[in-house]
């Protein structure tokens, strides 16, 4: 699959193009990681408080049940955000390696997990022709690109 996935990007200019525009650098007024997760703790606050009213009277069932749905929104935007900022950073460090093959090497499995979930759209895994045979067969496998 690592040879796959670098002979894709390789070749692909629009993947590399899609892969150069995530990792540009964000503008000066972007949040950072930590502002982020800031962010997400203050929304994440924000839910406990509506719990805490509501289970004290003041708040009624339906004004709680909105309050959380705005605070879900809330929440998966910021992870959204901060799952794009970390992503970012694998890719990046990827990009800029002397040459894409050490630049794969040098990444973590978690990064060249994030890196093969930008290009990859499924993996499929075909029945195997021979039964009881214990060996891996490449032509079982399809990669399906982005």
Do not use: C
């Not at 525009?21 to 950072?32: C, F, H, Q, V």
């Amino acid at each position: 699959m690592q040879t796959a996935a670098l002979a894709r990007l390789e070749e692909d200019t629009a993947i590399r193009e899609t892969l150069h525009r995530l990792t540009a650098p964000a503008a000066p007024e972007a949040p950072s990681v930590d502002d982020l997760l800031e962010k997400l703790a203050g929304v994440e606050a924000r839910r406990v408080e509506a719990s805490r009213e509501y289970a004290e009277g003041p708040l009624d069932m339906a004004a709680l049940q909105a309050i959380l749905v705005s605070v879900d929104a809330q929440a998966d935007g910021v992870r959204r955000n901060i799952e794009g900022v970390s992503l970012a950073s694998p890719a990046r460090a990827l990009l800029t390696a002397p040459d894409l093959a050490s630049g794969w090497d040098a990444r973590s499995t978690d990064e060249r997990r994030a890196l093969l979930g930008l290009l990859l759209r499924k993996v499929v895994v075909f029945r195997s022709t021979s039964h009881g045979r214990n060996t891996f067969d490449a032509d079982r496998i399809e990669l399906v690109w982005q």
